[in-house]
């Protein structure tokens, strides 16, 4: 059980961290005017997508990295 709970704490806390990075990336991104197609977090096949203007955003099964 302790190690389930060590296991889902670090990917809560590195899928934050990765988040945050990424999304820095996205907001200076679109300030500068650079076109954003898509922005994720995680490798693999989509789990959960939506768009908003001209960018897809999508959460992905692996969440480790973006």
């Known amino acids: 059980m302790q190690t389930l709970q060590t296991v889902v704490s670090f990917l809560l ?3 934050t961290l990765v988040f945050v990075h990424e999304l820095g990336h996205l907001i200076f991104a679109k300030r500068a ?3 954003c ?5 995680g ?3 989509k789990v959960f997508s939506f768009t908003k203007n001209e960018t897809v955003y999508t959460i992905r099964l692996l969440p480790i990295g973006g």
């Not at 197609?37 to 977090?41: L, M, S």
């Open 13 to 15: 806390i590195f899928g």
């Open 33 to 35: 005017g650079i076109l």
């Open 37 to 41: 197609r898509e922005f994720a977090i």
């Open 43 to 45: 490798f693999g096949p």
